[in-house]
């Protein structure tokens, strides 16, 4: 997708990296957040996701990344603010240590990939993975959707059951043997393509920002270690971490960017720094980007 301002444009391009269930639709609420606030919106579905081919051939991050580049490239935008959600925030860190001419900064949001799997478990066999995937049905699918809400069964709503519906319907599909297969081969990319070692490569600022109760690594006070590290390892001082009270994974919450002035301040160049706060349930929160006389650093 190529979504242009709201607004006035800002002259500023956001390229938004997906996760790993679905293509990029379901980043609508980042990107109509930042189109409000007269950013252009760049949001690929990856080969393998959403509309883009899914071929049955190796999967690579760096494949991910060079084909952004061309995506990029082709638009003939020249550098670019990225944001990328949970899987999409693995390929946020290779696309910046890859391309990083390309990169004005980075918001990390609810990755993947925070530890090396490599050492903690063998590598799983294709057809094992594949072989289970294609038991998916609806309860295991709404299962692996809960996840998002474990904190908090209570705020599964109806916004979930549709994703639940979307991702189920795919197994329904003529298609489904080749998709499960599809998302095997994505699984062991995402075994074998760690990114912890491009975390000190980042050269710009990176914000490491999520729901300080995500469950993804078993207990909250793990993934809240864990990001604290991403952002401690990008260097020269650039990396940030924003956890926010009472939520897990964000891209799924309601959350709501918004600046001082009623307006999304997403990565701008305005003063005050990172600021969050919870109001009954609902969370504010203001993202922006301050010059300090070192530098742009986010905070």
């Known amino acids: 997708m190529d979504v242009a301002a709201q607004e006035t444009p800002n002259g500023r391009t956001v ?15 980042v990107i ?48 670019v603010s990225v944001i990328g959600h949970s899987m999409g925030g693995m390929l946020a860190a290779r696309f910046a240590t890859q391309y990083p001419k390309m990169v004005e900064r980075v918001v990390i949001y609810d990755p993947i990939g925070l530890t090396d799997g490599r050492f903690n478990s063998p590598m799983t066999p294709i057809d094992r993975i594949d ?7 609806y309860q295991s699918t709404r299962a692996s959707l809960s996840r998002y809400v474990g904190h908090n069964p209570q705020a599964w709503n109806d916004d979930f059951k549709r994703y ?17 297969r599809v998302q095997a081969l994505i699984s062991q990319m995402l075994y074998n393509d ?15 920002f999520g729901g300080a109760e995500d469950l993804l690594l078993g207990p909250a006070s793990a993934f809240q270690e864990r990001m604290k590290v991403l952002a401690n390892t990008i260097p020269n001082g650039n990396g940030r971490v924003l956890l926010l009270p009472g939520l897990q994974d964000t891209a799924w919450q309601l959350v709501r960017f918004q600046g001082g002035d009623g307006k999304v301040q997403v990565l701008d160049d305005r003063p005050r720094g990172l600021r969050a706060e ?3 349930g ?6 922006c980007v301050c010059r300090h006389a070192s530098g742009h650093v986010l905070g």
Do not use: M
């Open 15 to 29: 390229l938004v990296l997906h996760g790993n269930n679905f293509g990029g639709f379901y980043c609508k609420a």
């Open 32 to 79: 109509d957040g930042l189109t409000t606030a007269g950013f252009r919106v760049i949001v690929p579905d990856q080969i393998g996701y959403g509309r883009s081919s899914k071929p049955i051939a190796p999967y690579y991050l760096s494949s991910q990344a060079r084909n952004t580049s061309l995506i990029l490239q082709h638009e003939k935008l020249e550098r």
């Open 131 to 137: 072989a289970q995937t294609l038991k998916t049905d």
């Open 164 to 180: 639940t519906r979307i991702r189920y319907s795919w197994t329904l599909s003529a298609e489904w043997p080749r998709l499960a």
């Open 194 to 208: 760690p990114v912890v070692c491009d975390w000190p490569h980042i050269r710009v600022p990176t914000l490491a």
């Open 278 to 280: 919870a109001d009954h």
């Open 282 to 287: 609902r969370v504010r929160c203001k993202v």
